[in-house]
């Protein structure tokens, strides 16, 4: 790990708190976090600040924080935007560690704004403070109650302490999430909206929380992340603790990025360049609040599911389809019970009803809760089942049995188990649940959480597969790139790697292009090669299916003609072997600036913007992830002799990409390298048939380390073709 | 329409009920429909059936149906399964006009049970008499109180008259949706649970549903439909008359169909032929309660959306975010708002907020409500957008004002809205509801609700374009078949279309292929004629690429030794030109046993079975319904020039494969044609370059029309071949 991150401690452990702008209305903004905190009783000391008033909500209130004449860890301003700078200035002089800054009318409102906002980051970041904002709602540590937030979500809901924290850059959606994880008695830890991020971050936010004992799950709503290496680092460090990441990252589609910078000013940039680091190290993503919600319950009750074979349990044969339908859909299997369960099942069950998985105990359970009660005890061990889902539907007079039956079943068993109850009694939900058995309230729920979930497991490998992985820094945009012609983008993937390029020859002149052919076979293709004319065969630079001397002649004639006019910077005119190609994959290495250098496969050939096939990934990678990739392509079999057509050596292949990137990635000086079409010949060989390279124009300190965290945002730029795939 | 259907009309209003085996206990399944339609004041006579008791909660009893002395139109009959055929046989002396069988133990629990159900099922259908059930769950008529079921769903919800009308193939799916549409406020029609359909199935319920004047939407939960032509012409009677059906239809995974099949105990058989069927009418699917429920909602309380642009209004941009992802991935637009809608916008705006789509009123509005209420007044009439979403989170303090707010400037202006409310007070969401607007709890169920109710639209359009389509009656599944040889397959293509094949020659001796191969132009493919190998290119039937006389003679000479060997049934040696293939469809029409003929077109080639890409409908076709087919496939361009590949004509080929599907389907003695591949060359023509043709062979009464509706179960059979493409 190589990004340093903020130590949030005081921010949300602090030992006494000051609020600037105390308000003795606690529906007001300065009022609110001293209503919470007493009601909830903080144990610390709490100092309204508010110079007109003697007592706010009974608290004894000072003019300012100097006048406490006590050391105070943390301040929570809630002062008109003016004042904020003397504020904090003021408050750094008599010893806060650490601000939470409500006030709006920065970086977001104007850019006197961010002007300001920057200077608040310098001038904490100078003193060695924390800064949370500012246009922030602020932080949440739930067991020690301090509650340095405005947010209206904690004026109806009892706080449920528990293993659920939350990291937001938008105020609104944490307090949505907030709504909902008490309304759905869900546990948390510490919840934390960054705001403006003149200081704090998500990335730090979620650093913390990964070193937070009480937190067991990271949830997250993010639209810009500005640092992409911190963000990778933090996100990697809480998953290699154990502890899941399932973020809601908005901007998926074209009009919500374009959405997303019209309200955040920041560019949300391609959605893909996101997906590929979430799929590369394991952030499950999800798409609503709803959905982090139902898999935040079943990850915390339950065990994670070891494998995809699930049992089904119903109480009706219609509800146990549709879940077969619909954990089919998700991936997952039910295959029958082993002989043993189904023989303990048959002695259970009355004489009619099957031992199939799903299990159809039918509606007679609601004459004899105990008929359930026996297949439970009987399934419970079932071994070659992962994972349990229990279907019941109203039954609520017999309810508390079912309930009973279902605790001594499967609590606690190891076993992954998800209940729907449709129409399920409150009070059996909360007794279910308080026995760590989640209820869902119809089947998609339950199965969309038990997928989400699943995902987990495999994020922990990915996590420990890249410890220790050197991860390239981005690069700012470049001011300008050149490109190379194909012969000198060849040059350097020569050097680099074991990729196979026709047999060819570059020649200056048309002698010696008839001299030298005669070491190649018929048809030939001719390339004219300048750095003027990268897309050559948009320009008449290509021509193909040369079979006699005379058209190879007035063909490199026509072109040196074409080059001598157009006064084109030449590099020769390549004459090469023309391929028999069974199928196409285009290759590009590219750099992200904030994430840094990618590797991004796809399939190639006419069909490749209809239905699109590709994988991307952020350097450095094995051989084994670059074949993941190319396995992971729809069209992968394409590649390996599907039936009967050309077999290539995708694992070589994989290899000689992999190193071809790491290279890629340790040279700044290159922008980009696109192989295209990288084709499978019908004798089974992977040969480049056309590769272009685009430099980065030499600027001062550009190929160095990237800038300071705080200043990168402003002049970060579009990142180019990374939507040509 | 061709189907008759049983009228329902005294079923779901008598003016008399009997309940047989009533009892004194309001929760035995023989006291609830008393204690229900008591309680709730059914208004005609009620006569519980008790040989035991002379009064049953509080009406006095009779022993038996004939001992009432007065007529009776319905009776419920919740009697032992030994003692129903009696009842029934004396009911119907009696002149009871409908029955209701609860009673469980016939065609779902033994052979014997079968039997006695198929008695009971002749016995009402020469009476004249309906039947619903055995084993059903029974119907229900809100709007009259007639409550024949003893569902408990009907115990903790105050009922709500409405629009929404349901059929259930499944007693406790039908309890679940009950509970579901009362628990979120939605009014009913009636409600009928079909049960084992010895008697009334869920075409007459739905043709029922199409013809009641209260209901306006009707629902379905359906496991496997015996009569295909039935249904349909329920379903068109109900689009038709522009009531959207919603269904879910289970066991469309193989994992969910093996468990429907074990279930009801009837094949579910492939999903996909239930879905061509769907997609064909314009029934829309749904996979869950809840998304039902969701998007009738919607459907019950606002008009359909003329068109794709939404307008978004959120008071968190983030949320905005959200709502623009989820509509753009549902295939809505979020455009900008006209110049004159910005300009009003603009005017009732705090200035920092700028009028985009999605607009961002922000959390200002918590501080003046005022504002939100101007601009929705200002966005109401935007004349560019079809439907609009709102967003609200929390709030709760401003609630009452903001929902006057959206009352006053969404309700009954003729424009789809939905409202997102997170965390909305119960008592706004009522509020709201009651104008009409619905609240869903999050971004992704309306944007769900929204996508399934622009399906209604197209469903109407589906409907009236069928009008007058006289259907082909779907054949029991043949006992025998055999196949044809290409040549003789091409017989029947050429005799009903004008379908394109190769140039080519039919020869049964090698002199026979010297002299006449002289009108064909080289290479040559040889393939070997005989209904004995209808798989010839397996079996070294097919030769290609050839090239002189000599090899033509010796290959043509090789198959007649082939011929000879294996005894195969010659039609002669078929040499055709071989084309130069730029890409291949597969087409087929085949005979699904309970929905008639019926055309699949998919892409051909290698890639089928790696990227599906297929099509489906039921004969008739027209042209134009082929060519949506065509142009419906995913690779469709591929077909019609895409990036300068050959260019056919899609529009010609649609109407040739409708007529010659219309031709096989009136052709009841061909089970199947496939024509694999149905090539377009690289100039630009379509040609079958292979068909394969199966036929019936002939049956005494298989050719003639379909069997009586009760008696197709039993012998019905996986249909062969369907899923091939």
Redesign the interface.
């Known amino acids: 790990m190589s990004a340093t991150f903020k130590t949030l401690d005081v921010l949300l452990n602090p030992c006494s708190i000051a609020v600037v702008g105390a308000s003795s209305n606690p529906?007001k903004v300065g009022g609110r976090p001293i209503a919470y905190m007493k009601k909830l009783g903080y144990a610390g000391k709490l100092y309204p600040i508010n110079p007109k008033a003697e007592i706010v909500q009974g608290l004894k209130a000072y003019p300012s924080i100097s006048a406490i004449g006590a050391p105070v860890d943390l301040a929570i301003v809630a002062a008109a935007a003016a004042a904020v700078e003397d504020i904090l200035r003021e408050g750094i002089a008599a010893g806060i560690k650490a601000f939470v800054v409500f006030s709006s009318g920065f970086g977001e409102?104007s850019s006197e704004g961010s002007a300001v906002q920057a200077r608040l980051g310098q001038m904490c970041h100078d003193a060695g403070v924390l800064l949370l904002g500012p246009n922030c709602l602020g932080a949440i540590n739930i067991r020690n109650h301090v509650i340095a937030s405005f947010t209206?979500?904690m004026?109806?809901h009892d706080l449920i302490e528990g293993g659920f924290g939350f990291v937001s850059?938008?105020?609104?959606?944490g307090?949505?999430w907030l709504?909902?994880v008490f309304?759905r008695g869900i546990g948390v830890s510490s919840w934390i909206a960054t705001g403006n991020e003149a200081g704090v971050d998500v990335s730090d936010a979620i650093h913390h929380l990964a070193n937070d004992p009480d937190t067991r799950l990271i949830g997250g709503?993010i639209?810009d992340i500005k640092d992409g290496p911190a963000f990778r680092d933090a996100a990697l460090a809480a998953i290699s603790a154990g502890k899941p990441i399932v973020l809601?990252k908005?901007?998926?589609?074209?009009?919500?990025a374009?959405?997303?910078a019209?309200?955040?000013g920041a560019l949300a940039g391609e959605d893909a360049r996101y997906q590929a680091l979430f799929d590369q190290i394991g952030i499950v993503r999800v798409?609503?609040?709803?959905?982090m919600v139902a898999v935040a319950r079943l990850i915390l009750m339950q065990p994670p599911a070891s494998g995809p074979n699930v049992g089904v349990i119903s109480?009706?044969?219609?509800?146990?389809?549709?879940l077969?339908?619909?954990?089919?859909?998700a991936g997952f299997?039910?295959p029958p019970f082993d002989d043993d369960t189904r023989a303990r099942v048959n002695d259970a069950l009355p004489g009619?009803v099957?031992a199939?998985n799903?299990l159809?105990v039918t509606?007679s359970v609601a004459g004899d809760s105990g008929i359930f009660s026996r297949v439970l005890d009987a399934l419970g061990s079932a071994p070659d089942h992962d994972s349990f889902v229990l279907f019941i539907?109203?039954?609520?007079?017999i309810s508390r049995d079912l309930s009973d039956s279902l605790v001594r079943a499967f609590a606690n068993r190891g076993k992954q188990v998800a209940v729907v109850w449709?129409?399920a009694p409150a009070e059996v939900v909360r007794e279910l649940e308080s026995h760590g058995l989640p209820v869902f309230?119809?089947?998609?729920?339950a199965v969309q959480a038990m997928k989400t979930a699943r995902q987990f497991s495999a994020a922990l490998e990915k996590a420990q597969r890249l410890e220790g992985t050197r991860w390239h820094a981005p690069l700012p945009v470049a001011d300008r790139l050149e490109a190379r012609s194909e012969i000198r983008a060849q040059d350097f993937i020569r050097t680099h790697s074991d990729l196979a390029f026709p047999e060819q020859l570059l020649v200056g002149t048309v002698d010696e292009a008839v001299e030298g052919v005669t070491t190649l076979s018929t048809p030939l293709v001719v390339k004219l090669q300048s750095p003027d004319m990268p897309h050559k065969s948009d320009h008449g630079g290509v021509r193909l299916g040369i079979a006699d001397p005379d058209t190879l002649k007035s063909t490199v004639q026509d072109m040196l003609e074409i080059a001598d006019k157009t006064r084109l910077r030449l590099d020769g005119i390549l004459i090469q072997e023309m391929s028999s190609v069974a199928q196409e994959l285009i290759v590009g290495f590219k750099r992200d600036p904030v994430f840094g250098p990618l590797l991004l496969i796809g399939r190639g050939g006419?069909?490749v913007e209809?239905?699109p096939d590709s994988k991307m990934a952020y350097l450095p990678l094995t051989g084994d992830a670059v074949l993941s990739m190319l396995r992971g392509l729809?069209?992968a079999?394409?590649f390996e002799g599907?039936?009967g057509?050309a077999r290539g050596d995708l694992k070589a292949l994989a290899q000689t990409l992999a190193d071809l990137g790491n290279a890629f990635a340790a040279e700044p000086s290159i922008e980009e390298i696109e192989i295209n079409p990288l084709a499978l010949t019908r004798d089974g060989r992977f040969v480049a048939l056309d590769a272009l390279s685009q430099h980065r124009l030499a600027q001062e300190g550009q190929a160095s380390e990237r800038p300071p965290r705080d200043a990168q945002g402003a002049e970060r730029q579009k990142s180019p073709g990374l939507q040509e795939l």
């Open positions: 529906m409102y209206t979500a004026e109806d850059q938008s105020g609104a959606l307090a949505y709504d909902m309304q709503y639209e809601i908005s901007g998926r589609s074209q009009t919500g374009a959405a997303a019209s309200h955040t798409n609503s609040l709803s959905e109480v009706s044969g219609g509800a146990g389809v549709m077969a339908d619909d954990l089919d859909e299997s039910v009619f099957s199939n799903p159809d509606g539907g109203l039954m609520v007079s449709i129409g309230a119809d089947i998609p729920e006419v069909e209809l239905r729809a069209t079999p394409l599907y039936r057509g």
